[in-house]
Structure formats: C-alpha cells, structure tokens
C-alpha cells in the first residue's frame, strides 16, 4: 500500500486526486513492474513537522482550528518583457512553466497565457522548438491543464513548447456575460462575435490565430528566440476541442495536425453549441454558424477527399456530456466518411469521463500526435 498525503495546508483529497501527477506515473511504473498490484491510500488530511513548516492544532468546545504553515512562495514577482508580464516562473519536468499576461487589441482586455518551455528550449536557444496551442473548455483558465492535463510530460521529453491561453475576455463586464457558466466569460467558444453587445471584446477567434501568435513569436517577444512560428499544432478539451477542430479546418496550412479530447464536435446540433453560435453569432444566422463547426467544416471543399487530415480524438464512454449528446462525435465521424476524408482517427476510450483524470491518462498520445508531425517522431 502507498499512503498519499499533502504537505499543503488545508488540502483535501480532492485537491490531490484531481491534480496529482501520481497516477500517470504510477501507470507507467505498473506497466514496468512485475510485482503484485498495490493500493493508493489518501487519507483526508496529513500535517507534517519539519524545520521549515510548523503546524499547531487546538481543540476548544468541539472546533478545531489549524494553523497556516510559514512558507516561502519565490518566483511570483512580476515582470515586463516586451508587452507580456511575466506573472510566475515554474520548474516543470526539466523545463519551465510562465505564467503571463499581456494587453489584447481584441479582446479590449489584459489576456492570461500560460507557456511550457521544454529543457531543450532552455538549453540552447540556436534551434527553436516546435509549438502545440492547447484550447480549454467552459469555466477554465490557463492554469487548468498546465496544472492537471499532464502535457508537459510528454512535451519535456519530445521537445515541445506548449501554450494555455484563455478561454475568453475577462473584465468587459457586458451586460448578461457572468449570467451563467456555459455562456460569456470562461465560455468564448473561439469564434468573433458579431452580435452586441458581445462584438465588442469576444474575438477569440481572431486572439488565438492572429494575435496570440504575434504577441509570442514576434521579433520584439522574449519568447521568440525559442519558438518555432513554423511548426504549430493545436490540441484542446470539451469547448477547447471544439475551437482546436474548427480553428484548424477553417484554416488549412496554419496548423500541421490537430486533436482533441471529448470535443463539442457538431455544436449547430447541441444544446451548448446553439446558445453560444446564438448568442455570439445571432439565432438567425445559422449558415454563419456552421462555418464554426467542425462538422459542417469536415464536408466542405477545402477538406472533402482529403488523403491526409492529421486529426485524433479521444472520447470516453462514461462521459456524462457524451451521453447527453453535447459532443456528438458520431456526427462528425458520419461526416468524415461521407466527405471520403482519411487521416482522422476517432477513439473511444471505455469508462472515461469528462475530467482531467481522463485527458492525463492520454495526454502522452497527444502530445506524440502532435510532435509526429512537427518532425520530433
């Protein structure tokens, strides 16, 4: 049996469970090991003693009160490097995870971006490495999968920089933006809105091809001297799927392959695809809409007969959104044959649900997707 504990204060089970980077590495231990099979114990809190950490507990008329361990939190000072201001600097499996924000044009907001670079980058700044942009989904921030998804795994060993962007505007403060969590902030769907009051900062679209781009690979970036503007790919999760896919059909050439775990796949078809295109793009101007549906893009010209679309997608079996029909990766793979499409590779994997235990369990494949074609494999 392993017995986990947290030498955090105040941190649950489930704060471990749903960002640890155990069960990965375990997985690969078990797949290495010929030993009989082991248990993981977490028990609810673990306090430790040490030079640096001192914790008290007290007991008074059945309330327990706990004191904050003293620590020392470095590299959270920020500074401006060529318009971005690097907000945290994070030791990550040999490389270095930033934490970043920078003023948009589009959005009319400051922007948050999180950005992997591998040990390879930081070691010689001759040859660039190549770039996967991960897309989130509904209610994330870049710190999600930089924190639980486990790219930077794969990455650190392949060689490849990875980017978090935001999921939408933060701080327009338009009226019904904050109405709910399918919808307005956190909910950009990555397309540019064209109807009010939304026109006016919810161009993700255009932030995550165009601007983003030349905020970290232009001539005046700290960043640039280790990216290579050349060899791009994009990957994203549930809504982050959704704009991985369409960004990447409605733009071919810009990326060099694309996946996507549990995409929203067919959105002009599910109930949170029509009320984003609905709300962003007007009810009426469904024709509009399926110029940002993955779908609808598999079937048109650019892509019809293609011998060659570089395209994987996970979906698990036991997701809950999956069965209520938010993803429809059926239509999608109806579309792809009908369209005589080759190189599109729709997996179902048994039992997985909707969460981070489900893209860590796979970010490796993903990632390897992305580097076959970015010339590391």
């Known amino acids: 049996m392993i017995i986990a504990g947290s030498l955090i204060y105040n941190c649950s089970r489930r704060n471990f469970l749903s960002s640890s980077l155990l069960f990965p590495l375990l997985k690969r231990q078990v797949q290495l090991s010929k030993s ?7 028990p609810r809190r673990c306090y430790y003693h040490s030079t640096t950490t001192t914790t008290t507990t007290t007991t008074t008329h059945n309330t327990t009160k706990t004191s904050r361990p003293k620590t020392k939190i470095t590299g959270t000072i920020a500074t401006r490097k060529m318009g971005l201001t690097v907000k945290a600097t994070i ?9 970043l924000s920078h003023p948009s044009t589009s959005t009319g907001t400051d922007m948050a971006v999180n950005l992997y670079l591998p040990p390879q980058a930081l070691k010689s700044s001759s040859q660039k490495v190549p770039v996967l942009i991960y897309l989130s989904g509904l209610t994330c921030t870049p710190e999600n999968c930089s924190e639980k998804g486990f790219f930077q795994h794969g990455a650190s060993k392949r060689g490849l920089a990875v980017v978090y962007p935001d999921t939408s505007p933060r701080g327009l403060n338009l009226p019904g933006d904050k109405d709910s969590w399918d919808f307005g902030e956190g909910a950009g769907f990555y397309v540019d809105a064209t109807q009010e ?8 679209d255009t932030y995550i091809t165009k601007e983003l781009p030349s905020v970290l690979f232009g001539p005046d970036s700290e960043f640039g001297k280790y990216l290579d503007a050349e060899r791009v790919s994009i990957t ?3 809504m982050g799927g959704h704009g991985a896919l369409s960004l990447y059909l409605k733009n071919p050439g810009l990326y060099k392959s694309v996946s996507a775990f549990a995409p929203i796949a067919n959105p002009c078809e599910c109930a949170w695809g029509k009320k984003a295109f609905g709300g962003y ?11 940002h549906d993955a779908t609808e893009l598999i079937k048109g010209e650019k892509w019809r007969g293609n011998k060659d679309a570089r395209v994987l ?10 069965k209520q029909g938010q993803l429809l990766p059926e239509n999608f793979e109806k579309a792809v044959k009908e369209a005589g499409v080759e190189g599109v590779t729709v997996r179902y994997q048994e039992d997985y649900d909707h969460s981070y235990y489900f893209m860590a369990s796979f970010s490796d494949d993903h990632i390897d997707h992305a580097a076959k074609y970015l010339g590391l494999l």
């Open 197 to 204: 009051p939304f026109a006016k900062g919810y161009k993700m």
């Open 236 to 238: 994203g999760h549930s």
């Open 313 to 322: 997608v996970d979906v698990g079996t036991g997701d809950n959104f999956y």
């Open 281 to 291: 793009l007007g009810e009426e101007n469904k024709e509009q809409w399926k110029k």
């Open 91 to 99: 030791a990550s499996f040999g490389g270095k995870l930033f934490k």
């Open 36 to 42: 009989a099979p082991f248990v993981i114990a977490f």
